[in-house]
């Protein structure tokens, strides 16, 4: 359906069973497991699908190791699982990450365990080699169940120095353990939707529509691009708000509740290829010396760094700040000296609000990582189920926790699970090298599509590609020549793109990348303002609203998007019959 036809559907739709308030990972899960129950549910978003937290996270899919310091076991045994799961459900955009952490010596870190084990709070500080070790033991008896990787390893200090030679050289010892890595959090995200739709007739959801009140069992809503105002009857609400779990329910009830204290989580991708040929295809997981966790990781051929973890009053318009960009940066030094960096190897930088539960710790990071379900019911009206906390690895045990106790309140069994539910492009997906090959051949020979740009597809939407692979042009983009013209056009009329910023932040990549430019942003908008009927008035603010806000938020000018148009693009994709010529064609 597109975005009209969803509005329709929704003017025809007089009540609903279950109404979902927040299209981040949380909400989306949970629509999706009420929709696999057959459960007549809609989900809205007042901003676009995954715009939140949802997309800025540290594109991590872990157990949580340094959850074991809080004594949070059950929270590291549950993410092991569902990182597990999603290793085997999602393998089109999750995949093992090696994880190296360097140590400085056996000792630290041992009182400050045990004071903390037994409800003490220390301060952080580094952590040695033995506390690590008996760390990685637990985190390897809780991943067997479902194991999918290897287990830990650890190196003394002649093979650290001889494998890293340019780490500190106080760090003598290292640990290597298998995580994950997500490569676009944002499209599994929009698959789950699709994938709660196709499941059941009763569910859709819809995006830039937003909750503008609640009177008694009518909830009314507002679409945000046109002003237009919805009223709907519902039975249940389940506010997935996020960081804005207590604003949603000001609306709601109009009392005030205080169920979050989040945190801003702010991080950067950086330009340096001599820190990405010093970590390889591994992840750098160490604490700095105030003690804070800090990682750093190849992605899209870059190094995405992190990560700040900073109270906040307000999610609204967060960023990275230049004293956070100061943090990061001098916490990579600390590892790497003799690597130069400076902020003129920033690319992009991206910020978001954790919704973690409120708590009076002193150190942010002992502020608990797992998820809860509260309800609340306003006088007058329907009860409201408040998710609180949560974190992205473990977004599927906690959508069926909060679908289950939706079920529980309505009087309806579970029939259907998720746990081995393969996602979106997941389906199907090609498992080792060989059978990768195997598939491309076929691919190719079915599509007309060589096997190197089925390659390319495949990676960026996994078994999905086939749904338009088949109509493929030659034609790309002259400022984005790694995208054709068709596959813009397959994402904006299956993908629920409303604005430029859905297309360009959350449908693609190519922030992440280094590929967003000027150029590429004009042409993007061509394509769009042709797909979804914009006016050049329209397609010039989608445009201006764009730049000020990669301007404001992310740290790029204009000036700087302009710096990386390409003068003499050469298209990626070949032309038909496979002679290997090429053309590039710009968008009008």
């Not at 960023?319 to 992009?348: K, Q």
């Not at 609203?545 to 000036?559: F, K, M, P, S």
Request: charged share 20%; aromatic share 6%.
């Amino acid at each position: 359906m597109s975005r009209a036809e969803r509005l329709d559907r929704l003017r025809a739709k007089d009540r609903a069973t279950v109404l979902v308030v927040g299209g981040g990972i949380n909400g989306i899960s949970t629509f999706r497991e009420l929709a696999l129950q057959g459960i007549d549910v809609v989900l809205v978003e007042r901003g676009d699908f995954m715009s939140g937290a949802s997309a800025a996270p540290s594109r991590m899919i872990h157990g949580g190791l340094r959850y074991l310091e809080n004594g949070e076991f059950g929270l590291v045994k549950e993410s092991l699982l569902e990182r597990n799961r999603l290793l085997r459900n999602a393998p089109h955009y999750v995949s093992a990450l090696p994880t190296l952490i360097p140590l400085g010596d056996r000792f630290s870190g041992m009182l400050s365990a045990a004071r903390r084990f037994f409800g003490g709070r220390p301060k952080p500080g580094p952590r040695g080699a033995l506390i690590v070790r008996l760390g990685l033991a637990v985190y390897d008896f809780y991943a067997r169940r479902e194991r999918q990787l290897p287990q830990s390893r650890f190196f003394g200090r002649r093979a650290t120095r001889l494998n890293w030679p340019d780490f500190h050289p106080d760090i003598n010892y290292a640990a290597l353990y298998h995580d994950a890595k997500i490569s676009r959090p944002e499209q599994l995200g929009l698959e789950l939707i699709a994938d709660a739709e196709a499941a059941s007739s009763e569910a859709f959801a819809l995006n830039h529509l937003g909750l503008a009140s609640l009177d008694g069992t009518i909830a009314e809503l507002t679409d945000s691009l046109t002003g237009e105002r919805f009223t709907l009857a519902v039975d249940i609400v389940v506010n997935a708000s996020g960081a804005w779990i207590d604003q949603t329910n000001a609306l709601l009830s109009g009392r005030q509740t205080t169920l979050i204290g989040g945190t801003k989580g702010s991080h950067l991708v950086l330009d340096s290829p001599a820190l990405l040929e010093a970590i390889g295809e591994r992840m750098v997981y160490f604490a700095n010396r105030e003690g804070r966790v800090c990682i750093l990781f190849a992605h899209f051929g870059h190094i995405l760094a992190g990560s700040t973890d900073i109270r906040v009053d307000t999610p609204d318009s967060v960023r990275c700040e230049a004293s956070e960009t100061a943090y990061i940066l001098e916490s990579i030094r600390e590892v790497f000296p003799g690597i130069a960096l400076s902020e003129a190897d920033i690319l992009f930088r991206f910020a978001g609000v954790r919704p973690l539960p409120r708590a009076d710790a002193n150190v942010n990071a002992e502020i608990s990582r797992d998820h809860s379900c509260e309800w609340s019911t306003p006088p007058g009206a329907v009860p409201v189920l408040n998710l609180v906390g949560g974190k992205w690895t473990t977004f599927r045990a906690f959508g069926a926790q909060a679908a289950d106790t939706v079920l529980a309140r309505l009087g309806i069994d579970r029939t259907r699970s998720s746990e081995a539910l393969a996602i979106g492009g997941g389906k199907d997906f090609p498992r080792g090298e060989a059978e990768r090959r195997d598939w491309l051949r076929r691919a190719a020979a079915s599509t007309g599509v060589s096997e190197e740009r089925c390659a390319t597809l495949l990676e960026r939407y996994g078994t999905r590609m086939l749904d338009f692979t088949p109509d493929v042009d030659d034609i790309s983009l002259a400022g984005l020549p790694s995208y054709s013209c068709n596959e813009v056009r397959w994402l904006l009329s299956n993908s629920q793109v409303a604005t430029l910023a859905d297309l360009v932040l959350r449908r693609m990549t190519i922030a992440f990348s280094g590929e967003l430019s000027l150029d590429a942003i004009h042409e993007l908008a061509a394509l769009a303002a042709s797909a979804l009927g914009w006016s050049e008035a329209r397609t010039q603010d989608e445009i201006d609203r764009l730049l000020a806000h990669l301007d404001h938020i992310h740290g790029l000018a204009a000036a700087t998007l302009a710096a990386r148009n390409l003068s003499s693009p050469v298209s990626l994709l070949p032309s038909p019959g496979g002679g290997g010529s090429t053309q590039s064609v710009g968008v009008g």
